[in-house]
């Protein structure tokens, strides 16, 4: 529940965007957006003022494909260590998950940060699945230039700007604005953003994560169109410079070379996957252990899961025929039910 005075203020921003008499559709990119929407029922408020906001591509596991959790499934049933984050290890592929890896003798380790995986390594090799955008790579990033012994990293790291282009590029869903992710937009800025809403024509807004910062930012949207811009702008003034963490990004650029690779639900995705540059090779999983990755083939996908039209914005979760039935988070048939960031499990969570 919004406080007394925070609800004075949500009510007026409402009633502006109300003003506006606008019928807008807006997608946000992270499952942390998310999480305030359904939990405080804006989606409901929000709609009552002509305003539809839908979740995208914005859950790092969600969108890890099922070939690379394969990948690390099959060096942890062949006995090497894995380490991972709490919510990859039930993501089911194959008919199998990590946590049924692990159950049936491999040893796959759940971490709650970087370093804990390195300090595992100390006593024999340790692979790390690196998932995440430009919020968490940089730590990768980082424990790779201080030359860990006995660490590889499988990464599955991703870059935001180039999947919103190809969200965009796809045209399968009209979008009238983009709320940028907060946590991405403290380490890359505001710079990447613009050559979007210039060749789209289509305003963006960062966003904070309280509901107040959701609201605010669908009002400046709002604003841009009635104003005929289509622009970059910052709510999240209080955390998030124009140019960004410029230590960060050098991180990134000194250890990862932008790939093609395709995303869970979309096509390839130009240059959007953080690789490892040559230099950095060493530390490199799928070629340490090449000959155990070189022949796998990516399983489909679990047969009536729309996990990856949930993560294209072209349905809600409770429009999938599993959803809250065969598949939920005790349950999950695919990803977008098992992460806490994923749409699925969040309007479950709250909604059901």
């Not at 790779?144 to 660490?151: A, D, I, R, S, V």
Request: charged letters at 25%; one cysteine or more.
């Amino acid at each position: 529940m919004l406080q007394l005075r925070d609800k004075k203020i949500a009510d007026e921003i409402l009633a502006r965007i109300k003003k506006l008499n606008l019928q807008l559709k807006i997608m946000h990119v992270c499952g942390t957006h998310q999480d305030t929407i359904v939990r405080y029922g804006l989606d409901s408020l929000l709609k009552n003022c002509g305003i539809e906001v839908i979740q995208g591509p914005g859950c790092p596991v969600c969108v890890t494909t099922t070939l690379e959790i394969q990948k690390a499934i099959t060096l942890a049933k062949n006995g090497v260590t894995v380490a991972t984050f709490g919510d990859m290890i039930k993501v089911p592929a194959a008919g199998t998950s990590l946590q049924k890896a692990r159950a049936e003798g491999g040893d796959v380790r759940v971490v709650y940060s970087i370093d804990d995986a390195v300090k595992m390594a100390e006593k024999g090799e340790v692979v790390f699945i690196g998932v995440g955008f430009e919020t968490t790579a940089p730590s990768t990033a980082v424990t790779l230039l201080n030359e860990p012994e006995n660490f590889y990293v499988l990464s599955c790291h991703r870059y935001i700007p180039p999947a919103l282009d190809a969200l965009l590029g796809m045209g399968e869903i009209k979008l009238d604005g983009i709320i940028c992710p907060g946590h991405v937009s403290t380490i890359i800025g505001m710079e990447p953003y613009k050559p979007l809403s210039s060749r789209y024509k289509i305003p963006q807004v960062i966003a904070g994560f309280e509901p107040l910062d959701i609201l605010m930012a669908v009002y400046m949207i709002a604003r841009q169109i009635d104003e005929g811009r289509h622009e970059v702008e910052n709510e999240y003034v209080r955390v998030v410079r124009s140019e960004g963490n410029k230590k960060a990004q050098e991180a990134l650029k000194e250890v990862f070379n932008p790939a093609d690779a395709e995303w869970r639900g979309f096509p390839v995705i130009k240059k959007s996957k953080m690789a490892l540059k040559k230099e950095f090779e060493e530390y490199d999983a799928e070629k340490r252990y090449e000959n155990l990755l070189e022949n796998i083939e990516m399983a489909e996908e679990a047969k009536g899961c729309r996990c990856g039209e949930v993560l294209r914005g072209l349905i809600y979760p409770q429009q999938c025929p599993l959803f809250g039935k065969i598949c939920n988070p005790s349950n999950p048939v695919g990803p977008c039910m098992v992460s806490i960031e994923g749409a699925c499990n969040i309007e479950y969570r709250y909604k059901e």
